[in-house]
């Protein structure tokens, strides 16, 4: 779920992956393993993609939907 939300994410704010990873001070392939869910999202990106983007944990990783309401099914 994560990288779908990384990806609507990035993408509403018109940023490439290329963007997005000097923002995270890492390369265009993690950000492209990320929005793949091909590799784990670290703790530290993870804050900082919450911050970049101004939204939770739960969000990102699809613990919660677009209204605040959690799922933690």
């Known amino acids: 779920m994560y990288g779908k939300r990384i990806k609507e994410l990035r993408e509403e704010r018109d940023l490439s992956q290329q963007q ?3 923002l995270l001070h ?3 392939n993690t950000v492209s393993r990320y ?3 091909t590799h784990d999202l670290g703790t530290g990106d993870l804050v900082k ?3 970049l983007f101004q939204v939770s944990a739960d969000y990102l990783l699809g613990l919660e939907d677009e209204t605040g309401a959690k799922n933690y099914r």
Do not use: K
Request: hydrophobic share 25%.
């Open 49 to 51: 993609l919450c911050r």
């Open 20 to 22: 997005l990873a000097e």
């Open 35 to 37: 929005e793949n869910e």
């Open 26 to 28: 890492c390369n265009q």
